[in-house]
């Protein structure tokens, strides 16, 4: 069979569901290749984000269209004998870390988040071994891989292989305790230590966790933390100063629903791009941002 892959989003990010299908595909002695004008027996659409538009699909023969991801508000888990196997990387060859999930699902239920309605409860999901494929990076896109023992003991694993690793989604603040703090020191981390300090309620598992990890070793100007933007610019503002002034890095996020409904309005916009812009954020305050 000849099979076309449909990357949505683009190729800004490895998309993990896609490259799955491509190695299954290639190992039933498939064809396999990013969709043009041609014929297909089955083409495999995947989308993350809900604003996304859809490409145009008038020219050529797609065949069978399979359709997935959250931007198509699809939950549904891949078929088991795709979701075990190892990536296939050669179809993002711009990439050279490894990327893929320890746990899936997370325990906590906050409102803006889809991951709790999507996967449901944290659980274990795999052995970095298993889709690391010898790469001496790896990208984890875990939700809350704190909040499991088998993501604690793979953390443990990823100091022992002394790979470079990058937990994208961050961690969640009131878990890093001092000997959690102590565990993250042993691992080698691409840049950042990644946190989130999404309402005023999170800053003192923020601060706290920055203390850890300070006297673990690891200095406040190595932590990365996402600040959610919603109506509120103050409270946004407040957050984004206070880690500031904790020697953390901010990075503000503007909500957006997953319907979009809820747009970004040019004030969040405003307060992101000042916060976003280091050369600006060091340079002057919010209020005199043009």
């Not at 659980?123 to 790896?138: F, N, Q, T, V």
């Not at 919603?230 to 100063?241: F, N, T």
């Given at each position: 069979m000849k099979i076309g892959l449909i990357d949505v989003d683009g190729h800004h990010f490895p998309n993990v569901a896609l490259m799955k299908f491509s190695a299954w595909h290639k190992k039933q002695g498939d064809t396999v290749e990013w969709a043009n004008?041609?014929?297909?027996?089955?083409?495999?659409?995947?989308?993350?984000?809900?604003?996304?538009?859809?490409p145009q699909m008038r020219l050529g023969s797609y065949g069978k269209i399979i359709k997935g991801g959250t931007g198509f508000r699809s939950y549904e888990n891949l078929p088991p004998a795709v979701d075990l196997i190892c990536p296939d990387y050669s179809i993002y060859p711009m990439f050279s870390a490894g990327y893929g999930f320890i746990t899936r699902g997370c325990p906590n239920h906050c409102p803006w988040c889809i991951v709790p309605r999507k996967e449901g409860n944290?659980?274990?999901?795999?052995?970095?071994?298993?889709?690391?494929?010898?790469?001496?990076?790896?990208i984890i896109m875990d939700n809350n891989i704190l909040a499991h023992e088998h993501g604690i003991i793979q953390l443990e694993k990823m100091a022992k292989l002394g790979i470079k690793v990058d937990i994208n989604q961050g961690f969640e603040a009131a878990r890093i305790t001092p000997g959690i703090a102590r565990l993250l020191s042993k691992i080698k981390f691409i840049r950042y230590i990644r946190l989130a300090c999404d309402t005023k309620q999170n800053?003192?598992?923020?601060?706290?966790?920055?203390?850890?990890?300070s006297k673990a070793g690891i200095k406040p100007y190595r932590v990365f933390?996402?600040?959610?933007?919603?109506?509120?610019?103050?409270?946004?503002?407040?957050?984004?100063?206070?880690?500031?002034?904790l020697g953390v890095n901010p990075f503000a996020q503007p909500y957006r629903d997953f319907e979009n409904?809820?747009?970004?309005?040019?004030?969040?916009?405003?307060?992101?791009?000042?916060?976003?812009?280091?050369?600006?954020?060091?340079?002057?305050?919010?209020e005199s941002y043009k």
């Open positions: 004008i041609g014929n297909y027996d089955i083409t495999y659409m995947s989308k993350v984000f809900t604003f996304t538009p859809e944290i659980y274990a999901y795999s052995d970095i071994e298993e889709w690391l494929d010898g790469r001496k990076e790896a800053i003192p598992y923020v601060e706290k966790a920055v203390s850890n990890l933390c996402y600040i959610l933007v919603k109506e509120d610019i103050q409270d946004a503002l407040y957050r984004i100063e206070y880690m500031r002034k409904v809820v747009m970004p309005t040019p004030q969040q916009k405003r307060l992101a791009r000042w916060c976003n812009r280091k050369e600006i954020f060091k340079s002057c305050g919010f």
